[in-house]
């Protein structure tokens, strides 16, 4: 059994629908897949129905934008309640956040003498339920100041870089909380990526399994063997599960993000979700 725990559509920054993310994920030999797209659930219903047509199974989740200290940290959720009204809140000041910088952005790019609107970008961005830097990233590629969203993200986007604009994350211990007073699993996403590294500690993984974490993605393509090794530790030492997935984004992340290019051991899957 094949199984992927985090997967973005266009419904986020991924570019293919939920539709073809289900098809394209039974293509590359899948048996489940989690459509974990950031802060938000509205592609759940499309992926379900074709993942029931096509008899995959679905993983209803979501990576919700998080922050420990002044570093970003992403938490997946995997099977809450998508009505849970403070989830619902909080996702919201999110993605209200997410949208309300995008001026700031745009401008910030404008003083660079790049020619790009806000109207651009959210029209690139027509079936996301926010837009996000990624979406900045396409429209540059578009107009040829960029080879990919990675060199955007390099040369503008990223923090420290010129265009960079902070906003709203949700506190980490908070997040936990919201994902499982909903009724979810909380993972945490590529805990060792950029920031996560310098603050992720086991006693910090201590200190979320207090308040209900219940995993670790250990293995993602930003996680050398080393990191894997060192966190499937902590993971054993916490009695927490282990996770494997793809973070895919269609052609929004390199090829090497393929569906599949990590996955989930069944038995670890079995303790997360039976
Ligand atoms: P935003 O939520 O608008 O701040 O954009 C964050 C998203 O951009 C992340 O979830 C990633 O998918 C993507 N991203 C962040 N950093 C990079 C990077 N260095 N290169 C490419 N994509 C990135
Ligand atoms: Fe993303
Ligand atoms: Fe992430
Ligand atoms: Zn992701």
Redesign the pocket.
């Known amino acids: 059994m094949r199984i992927d725990l985090h997967t973005?559509s266009n419904r986020?920054?991924g570019t293919d629908s939920p539709e073809e993310l289900m098809r394209a994920a039974q293509g590359a030999g899948l048996d489940v897949v989690a459509l974990t797209d950031?802060?938000a659930t509205t592609g759940w219903a499309e992926a379900q129905r074709t993942a029931d047509e096509i008899g995959l199974r679905l993983v209803r989740g979501i990576?919700v934008?998080a922050k420990l200290q002044w570093a970003?940290v992403?938490l997946l959720g995997y099977e809450f309640d998508p009505t849970d009204p403070a989830l619902v809140a909080e996702l919201e000041r999110v993605i209200d956040g997410?949208n309300d910088?995008l001026p700031t952005t745009v401008h910030a790019l404008n003083d660079l003498g790049i020619d790009i609107t806000v109207e651009e970008v959210v029209a690139r961005s027509d079936d996301a339920a926010?837009?996000?830097?990624?979406?900045?990233?396409d429209v540059l590629v578009d107009k040829g100041v960029v080879v990919d969203?990675?060199e955007?993200?390099?040369r503008y986007?990223?923090p420290g870089k010129p265009a960079y604009v902070d906003?709203y994350a949700t506190d980490l211990y908070r997040a936990v909380e919201l994902i499982t007073a909903a009724g979810g699993r909380a993972v945490v996403a590529h805990a060792w990526a950029?920031g996560g590294r310098r603050v992720m500690s086991r006693e910090v993984f201590a200190d979320l399994t207090d308040l209900g974490l219940v995993g670790i993605e250990v293995d993602h393509n930003d996680h050398s063997a080393a990191d894997r090794a060192a966190l499937a530790a902590i993971a054993t030492d916490l009695s927490l599960v282990t996770t494997g997935s793809s973070?895919y984004?269609g052609t929004?992340?390199d090829a090497s993000f393929h569906l599949g290019c990590n996955t989930t051991d069944p038995i670890q899957f079995a303790r997360l979700l039976g």
């Open positions: 973005h986020s920054d950031h802060d990576e934008s970003s992403h997410r910088r926010a837009t996000g830097r990624p979406h900045v990233a969203r990675d955007a993200f390099a986007l990223s906003r950029r973070d984004h929004g992340k």
